[in-house]
């Protein structure tokens, strides 16, 4: 019988990113910019590392990786882990999210990936205004 409940109430649950015709939860974008934020943390810091300490491109790889996995796993059940503005707007446009939702999501997956931004330019010792070379010089 528990296994005839647990199923019915997942058939219940809305699909992760809301229902299509539900208005966006504060925790649907907790969930995108959090997750952003974590995928970009690691990637964004793993570049930078090997730019200034000499990481590996392997490590690189990993880093990202590891990020990626990291921001999906932190917002899968909060909002579907589109973490990825493309993610969204692709999902809406076959039907599958609500067009409502997409610029509220996006603008959480810049919030993140500002925080990220900003967080690894201040943990690198770079100004927040200036250029950031570890992006254009990754790979010279």
Same mark, same amino acid.
């Given at each position: 019988?528990?296994?005839?409940?647990?199923?019915?109430?997942?058939?219940?649950?809305?699909?992760?990113?809301?229902?299509?015709?539900?208005?966006?939860?504060?925790? @649907?974008?907790?969930? @995108?910019?959090?997750?952003?934020?974590?995928?970009?943390? =690691?990637?964004?810091?793993?570049?930078?590392?090997?730019? =200034?300490?000499?990481?590996?491109?392997?490590?690189?790889?990993?880093?990202?990786?590891?990020?990626?996995?990291?921001?999906?796993?932190?917002?899968?059940?909060?909002?579907?882990?589109?973490?990825?503005?493309?993610?969204?707007?692709?999902?809406?446009?076959?039907?599958? !999210?609500?067009?409502?939702?997409?610029?509220? !999501?996006?603008?959480?997956?810049?919030?993140?990936?500002? !925080?990220?931004?900003?967080?690894?330019?201040?943990?690198?010792?770079?100004?927040?205004?200036?250029?950031?070379?570890?992006?254009?010089?990754?790979?010279?």
């Amino acid at each position: 019988h528990s296994a005839q409940h647990s199923a019915s109430s997942r058939r219940a649950a809305p699909p992760r990113g809301g229902a299509l015709g539900a208005a966006v939860s504060r925790d @649907e974008l907790v969930g @995108e910019a959090t997750g952003t934020a974590l995928l970009l943390t =690691f990637g964004y810091g793993s570049v930078a590392t090997a730019e =200034f300490y000499g990481a590996s491109l392997g490590l690189v790889a990993l880093s990202w990786g590891f990020g990626v996995a990291l921001g999906a796993l932190v917002a899968s059940d909060l909002s579907g882990a589109h973490l990825n503005p493309a993610v969204t707007a692709s999902l809406a446009a076959a039907g599958k !999210f609500p067009w409502k939702k997409v610029a509220p !999501f996006v603008l959480a997956q810049l919030a993140g990936g500002v !925080f990220a931004s900003l967080l690894t330019s201040v943990t690198h010792g770079l100004g927040v205004g200036g250029p950031c070379p570890w992006i254009m010089g990754f790979g010279d």
